[in-house]
């Protein structure tokens, strides 16, 4: 059995592990990605048809890649956002012209982005792609790390990037603990038409039984994520259109008019997952491998994407030896506050906008209310909404690696 070698191997060819190849283009890293869905199928299940926020921050990370003028025609800006709590007054509202940016944020299918990142894979000069392919096997040594494949191909590399999702291969063959909370609520997905102009405007409403996220798109439609109590999503998913939007027009109100057309709709639970050790004998864990999120602010993907920021700028340095132990303690040393971060910010916002408290409810509703007056404040959470709170890999800041 003949054995392939490379300097990295990433693991899971979804957005983040695509991002990270693309990232180390302009390197001269031999790099094979590893991923259990044909690419030319189109049958990656994290390119479906949701809409994916891409913070400014992100968007100029994409930038710094060459990769957003692609990705720029499949987007719609995000020049306001608009948080409110149902059944209180009160709002507190983000605009891109206070904060002097183009727009707070984007949004993109997430068909669309891994259509751009298939094609920006396919001129790698120094990356293979093997697909549709599983991982059955994993070896760390001191100098280097094999896999073996599903189609018995053997594959060594310095180091191995697991970026396979919440429920990681990776992680399962090397026997890891997580961290895990199950928060008892479901996220339904969706495309809906209002007959009012979004203007590019984002909503966040919070209710008693979780967030609904509404985010502008082409033509009229937005994309929505709305969390609900776990047990209530097959009465949801089983209305027909029409008693589908009524009932979303209830807990959203009519800031939108009313809601016209409803696309397809999807569901899944939600929970926090976070891995007990980022970090192994030539190994680490990125993007939802490393800390899937509740998608309350829409930090998911973006705190993924500055998890390969970060990596591609440190393994930018280590040039002999790509997974040497102080190379990944030094992204440790730097991503970890990051993710530490955005998860308790995460948690924090869970616990105190889903509570049907009487009480609490008019406390957050001042809350808001006082956050809408307060400009720096409200820079502050912009400055976070946006990814920017932060000081940033070079790659983040537009400088090139």
Not at 367 to 385: E, F, M, N, W, Y
């Amino acid at each position: 059995m003949t054995t392939q070698d490379y300097d990295i191997i990433i693991v899971g060819g979804g957005m983040v592990g695509a991002s990270l190849a693309l990232a180390l283009k302009n390197t001269q890293y031999r790099i094979a990605l590893i991923e259990a869905f044909d690419f030319k199928t189109d049958q990656q299940p994290s390119y479906d048809d949701r809409g994916i926020a891409l913070s400014y921050g992100s968007q100029r990370i994409f930038d710094t890649m060459g990769l957003w003028s692609q990705l720029a025609p499949y987007s719609t800006a995000i020049e306001h956002i608009h948080i409110s709590d149902r059944g209180h007054f009160g709002a507190t509202r983000l605009s891109a012209q206070q904060e002097k940016v183009p727009a707070l944020g984007q949004v993109i299918l997430a068909r669309a982005m891994g259509h751009v990142l298939n094609q920006a894979m396919q001129s790698h000069s120094h990356l293979d792609l093997h697909c549709p392919r599983k991982v059955t096997q994993l070896h760390q040594y001191d100098d280097n790390v094999s896999i073996q494949l599903d189609n018995n191909a053997a594959i060594t590399g310095k180091l191995i990037v697991a970026a396979d999702g919440a429920n990681s291969t990776i992680r399962q063959l090397l026997g890891l603990s997580i961290t895990e909370q199950h928060y008892q609520q479901t996220a339904i997905t969706a495309n809906v038409t209002t007959d009012k102009a979004h203007q590019h405007r984002a909503f966040e409403r919070f209710t008693e039984h979780g967030p609904i996220a509404l985010l502008p798109m082409p033509d009229n439609r937005s994309s929505l994520v709305w969390t609900i109590k776990s047990g209530q999503e097959k009465n949801l998913l089983n209305l027909t259109d029409h008693d589908f939007l009524a009932r979303l027009q209830e807990e959203f109100g009519y800031r939108l008019g009313r809601f016209t057309q409803v696309g397809k709709r999807a569901h899944y639970p939600l929970k926090l997952t976070q891995t007990d050790q980022m970090i192994q004998q030539r190994l680490v864990f990125i993007g939802n491998a490393a800390h899937n999120l509740h998608p309350i602010a829409g930090q998911g993907f973006n705190l993924g994407l500055r998890d390969v920021a970060s990596l591609a700028e440190v393994l930018s340095h280590h040039p002999q030896d790509c997974g040497h132990a102080s190379l990944l303690h030094d992204y440790q040393q730097w991503q970890q506050q990051d993710q530490d971060d955005v998860i308790a910010a995460t948690n924090t916002l869970v616990r105190l906008f889903s509570n049907a408290n009487p009480l609490l409810g008019h406390a957050r509703a001042a809350g808001l209310t006082l956050l809408d007056l307060c400009s720096p404040a409200k820079h502050v959470i912009a400055q976070r909404s946006m990814g920017l709170a932060r000081k940033q890999p070079k790659l983040a800041r537009g400088i090139a690696l």
